[in-house]
């Protein structure tokens, strides 16, 4: 999370350091009240916008189902924050819902989308829902579904994931894959799309958040979901576990280094996040 300029110099794992990591909600929302938000990166995400571009191969068109009834894709959003990546997926046609823990994140995240520009090239966009809750309970989910932003069985088509896996406690990552694995729509529908930050070594970043998340850390939980993996207290799982290929894991399709990401991503010019694809796992 790169410090934003004009911003003083702020300890967010001192901030945390105090909170129960399964109930941080009101830990998120006071830094959005004092406006210290570093993983704020003022616009959508490139990396993304490249992959679904790039990589149609890997996706359903988002505005029509295989049916041919007409209906839109479904994308969801965890810690959407301000709301730019559920603007880019409506934006290529998705029906998006933001999903966020802090009602501060999600006044401005409104606030955004009520000020962004609309014009006739815009008319395939899709719709965008807001929601507020805890990614790990249903409320916001029924809410979700009520406002017709879910898809069938309350799945989702598509999932970003972009600054929100790192802001959890490394405690919470096998609930993090296990939820994953559930809201994701089912067989070859749905897709988890991983823009990996930050991925350098956790020796050198230190206890989060963010806590880094070098690409074997999505391997070791994804492939089974809710399994115990271990780490230290940076966070690091160590590079020579081997995690269980389980029948209701996920299996990544796609990992690559994208063309392009947002300067927090990068070193020296060079990119160094990673972006990843996962579906269900093909039944044997």
Not at 83 to 105: K, M, N, Q, T
Not at 121 to 146: I, P
Not at 195 to 204: G, I, Q, R, T
Not at 252 to 272: E, N, S
């Amino acid at each position: 999370m790169a410090q934003q300029e004009n911003q003083p110099v702020r300890s967010l794992t001192e901030h945390f350091k105090h909170h129960d990591p399964a109930r941080q909600g009101s830990a998120w929302d006071a830094l959005w009240e004092d406006k210290f938000t570093p993983w704020d990166r003022g616009g959508p995400s490139w990396a993304l916008h490249d992959l679904l571009k790039e990589r149609a191969d890997l996706f359903d068109p988002p505005n029509a189902d295989g049916g041919g009834a007409g209906r839109r894709k479904t994308a969801l959003v965890p810690g959407c924050g301000s709301g730019h990546d559920v603007l880019l997926l409506s934006e290529l046609g998705y029906d998006v819902c933001g999903l966020e823990v802090s009602p501060r994140a999600l006044e401005e995240a409104k606030r955004v989308a009520a000020e962004a520009p609309r014009d006739d090239a815009g008319a395939g966009r899709g719709r965008v829902t807001f929601v507020l809750g805890d990614f790990f309970a249903d409320d916001w989910l029924r809410e979700a579904q009520a406002a017709g932003a879910v898809g069938d069985g309350g799945k989702f088509d598509l999932i970003f994931d972009y600054t929100f896996l790192c802001a959890l406690h490394p405690s919470m990552r096998p609930r993090w894959a296990e939820r994953m694995r559930d809201l994701l729509a089912p067989g070859d529908r749905g897709r988890l799309v991983c823009l990996e930050f930050p991925s350098w070594d956790p020796a050198e970043t230190g206890p989060g958040p963010a806590w880094s998340l070098p690409s074997h850390v999505y391997v070791a939980h994804l492939s089974q979901p809710g399994a115990a993996v271990p780490t230290d207290e940076n966070g690091a799982v160590p590079g020579d576990y081997v995690p269980e290929q389980r029948s209701d894991g996920l299996e990544r399709v796609l990992h690559l280094k994208p063309r392009r990401t947002h300067p927090a991503g990068a070193k020296g010019g060079d990119v160094q996040d990673r972006i990843s694809v996962w579906k269900h796992r093909a039944s044997e």
